[in-house]
């Protein structure tokens, strides 16, 4: 069997699953079938609005990547990459589950982030995370809560693979967020509700950034409910699904 064929073994395993277990998946990407080089154009994703000052593509790349092979999407100083939800995600309880790695060769307040807003684009949007501080501990992930960027958590491992996992209230505008399977912070605000009521858009990237700071998502999956139901360990709660099938192949 040709890995491509695996692959797709895989995957369809992985649906049946969750469709089995009634769960249902927004989004899943783990970046190994799209075309290596720029991520402009493909399933969806392209530069997205407020960037500031792209002076390059946001990457597929093999370089790097979680499990034992594959792909990843690679970002560099000032890049910004969007996605749209179609339809827009307007109610209820979702997750997201990705893995990050956070290249730093200098200690900045640059930052990787994890955004999410409804129909207008902007850098105040709803659910709002950064991976590397807001200027407070530039080496911690760091969250919005009663009017205030506060960073959680331990310290994040510069140079390895990370799992990120946030589970999203709509209706009441509330996110917690676990790093390595362990919450962080519970009861998150969004930073603009007014003009984000829904999930319209996911926006990954860089915030300004400087030369040599690189950052890398991988394992991306968007779903209902506050938990990512296994095809592998249905009882295991936040071990992601793509970096264990990754692992297989």
Known sequence: MTRLTSIMAVFVLLIFSMAAQG???HYHQNFDNLVEGDAEGQDGWA?????????????????VFHGDSGKSMQVDPKQVVIREFNPIIASGIHFVSLWFRYELRDITDDKLFVYYGEEIREWGGGPNCYIGGNGGDPNKVTLYKAGAWIPVGDDIKVGEWQHFFQVIDIDNQKHDVYIDDVLVAEDCDYRNPGNHKALGWMMFGFDRGKVGTIGYYDDVVVGEGNELIQAVDPGDKLTTTWGLLKDEL
């Open 23 to 25: 769960q249902i998946i």
């Open 47 to 63: 530069t997205g609005p407020p960037a500031t000052a792209n002076e390059t593509a946001t990457t597929i790349t093999s370089e």
